[in-house]
C-alpha cells in the first residue's frame, strides 16, 4: 500500500485548503483511510477516516464543522477539505491505511499498518 499526500503550503488565517493523498496497491487487509496532523512539539492526533468499503466517516471531536474528508474514486484519492484554517492548524498532515477495528480505535495512530510521508500546512500571516 502506498500513500502520497499533497496540497500543504504556507496559507493565510482563515483561508481554506484541501489535501490529497493519493492511494495505490490497496488490498483486501485495507478497511479504511484516515488522516492525522502532527504539530511541532506534538503528539501526532488522529482527524478523520472514511472507510474503503462502504464510505463510514468518523471525525475526531475536536475538529468537526472545519474537516471534511471525502473520496474521489475516479481519481484513487482521499481527500481533507479544511475551511477557516487557524494558526494552531499549522502542522505536517499525514494519510495512514489500517484493517478493521473497533469503533473506539478508529482514529488510533497505532492502529494503522501503513503512512505516507506528509504534508506540511503553516497557517501564518
Known amino acids: 500500500v502506498q500513500l502520497v499526500e499533497s496540497g500543504g503550503g504556507l496559507v493565510q488565517p482563515g483561508a481554506s485548503l484541501t489535501l490529497s493523498c493519493a492511494v495505490s496497491?490497496?488490498?483486501?487487509?485495507?478497511?479504511?483511510i484516515g488522516w492525522f496532523r502532527q504539530a511541532p512539539g506534538k503528539e501526532r492526533e488522529g482527524i478523520s477516516c472514511?472507510?474503503?468499503?462502504?464510505?463510514?466517516?468518523d471525525y475526531a471531536d475536536s475538529v468537526k464543522g472545519r474537516f471534511t474528508i471525502f473520496r474521489d474514486n475516479a481519481k484513487n484519492t482521499v481527500n481533507l477539505r479544511v475551511i477557516n484554517l487557524k494558526p494552531e492548524d499549522t502542522a505536517v498532515y499525514y494519510c495512514?491505511?489500517?484493517?478493521?477495528?473497533?469503533?473506539?480505535?478508529?482514529?488510533?495512530?497505532?492502529?494503522?499498518?501503513?503512512w505516507g510521508q506528509g504534508t506540511l500546512v503553516t497557517v501564518s500571516s
Open positions: 495512514a491505511a489500517r484493517g478493521p477495528t473497533l469503533r473506539a480505535w478508529t482514529l488510533l495512530s497505532s492502529k494503522y499498518d501503513y
Open positions: 496497491g490497496l488490498n483486501s487487509d485495507i478497511y479504511a
Open positions: 472514511v472507510s474503503v468499503y462502504d464510505g463510514k466517516i
